[in-house]
T-cell receptor
Framework: DQQVKQNSPSLSVQEGRISILNCDYT??????FLWYKKYPAEGPTFLIS?????DKNEDGRFTVFLNKSAKHLSLHIVPSQPGDSAVYFC???????????FGTGTSLTVIP | DTEVTQTPKHLVMGMTNKKSLKCEQH?????MYWYKQKAKKPPELMFV???????INESVPSRFSPECPNSSLLNLHLHALQPEDSALYLC??????????????FGPGTRLTVL
């Protein structure tokens, strides 16, 4: 059973607008969350992370929001650029036990 | 050098073959990982090596045999695989030893097809 879900397989956004990628999780023990970006024929690259003691983390154009009560996190990209077109994976982990799971990914297309 | 390299890029093998996947990093990272990713599925952690020692085996079948000959190199030996083992095999490394929170650097993967 998938413990980390990205319910939107794909998303298209106009250049300059905001991209919002969503991720839901089921395990309340998860306390650290990461986003990775993957271009075709390349491995995933780390983008941004957030600990459960925070509800927001920002790095340049990228902001991750965490809503623990809803077991939901989102990645905001503002403004979106064509080079942001990639597959985005969220990942969640728990500090107890060997728990580390990726979501299924969302393919983002930024239209020039 | 911030790169993780994997060879080969593509591999086709029969169910009776023995083959190996190779992964290298020269970033001085202390932990290395193998993941398996099937089509339209997320990467799934298979093995974690910390300081060249196997620290986590996520209940992977014995037909997959990892090996870490030195701190820069990680191999995955394959024997008697099944067609359902066809997938993209990703290698990653991290400076820290906590795979749950440390930034992992991924290679491009080896696309494996088992006939």
């Amino acid at each position: 059973d998938q413990q980390v879900k990205q319910n939107s397989p794909s998303l298209s956004v106009q250049e300059g607008r905001i991209s919002i990628l969503n991720c839901d999780y089921t395990n309340s023990m998860f306390d650290y969350f990461l986003w990775y970006k993957k271009y075709p024929a390349e491995g995933p690259t780390f983008l941004i992370s957030i600990s459960s003691i925070k509800d927001k983390n920002e790095d340049g154009r990228f902001t991750v929001f965490l809503n623990k009560s809803a077991k939901h996190l989102s990645l905001h990209i503002v403004p979106s650029q064509p080079g942001d077109s990639a597959v985005y994976f969220c990942a969640a982990s728990a500090s107890t036990g060997n728990q580390f799971y990726f979501g299924t990914g969302t393919s983002l297309t930024v239209i020039p | 050098d911030t790169e993780v390299t994997q060879t080969p890029k593509h591999l086709v093998m029969g169910m009776t073959n023995k083959k190996s996947l190779k992964c290298e990093q020269h970033m001085g990272h202390r932990a290395m990982y193998w993941y398996k990713q099937k089509a339209k599925k997320p990467p799934e952690l298979m093995f974690v090596y910390s300081y060249e020692k196997l620290s986590i085996n996520e209940s992977v079948p014995s037909r997959f045999s990892p090996e870490c000959p030195n701190s820069s190199l990680l191999n995955l030996h394959l024997h008697a695989l099944q067609p359902e083992d066809s997938a993209l095999y990703l290698c990653a490394s991290s400076q820290g030893l906590d795979y749950r929170t440390d930034t992992q650097y991924f290679g491009p993967g080896t696309r494996l097809t088992v006939l």
